[in-house]
């Protein structure tokens, strides 16, 4: 098994583009939601919020790795 430069550089590519996707995704659905997330997990320590942004970043996660691999 060689090291090869080109599906080094693939791999930081899709790494990057997946990044870049999950976080505009994360940023949409944070708009479009009604509430201020900040505020509501970290001030009022809304737990049930935050774990269901959590599984919602994990499962936008997931599709986007699906996506790009």
């Known amino acids: 098994m060689e090291f090869r ?3 080094f550089i693939n791999a930081l590519v899709y790494a990057f583009l997946g990044i870049i996707i999950y976080w505009i995704a994360f940023f949409v659905t944070d708009k479009i ?4 997330l ?3 997990i970290v ?3 809304n737990m049930a ?5 959590g599984f919602m970043s994990l499962g936008i ?3 986007i790795a699906a ?3």
């Open 67 to 69: 996506a790009v691999h």
């Open 61 to 63: 996660g997931i599709i």
């Open 33 to 36: 939601h009604p509430v201020n």
């Open 38 to 40: 900040w505020k509501e």
């Open 49 to 53: 919020l935050a774990i269901l942004f």
């Open 43 to 45: 001030e009022k320590q």
């Open 5 to 7: 430069i080109d599906h």
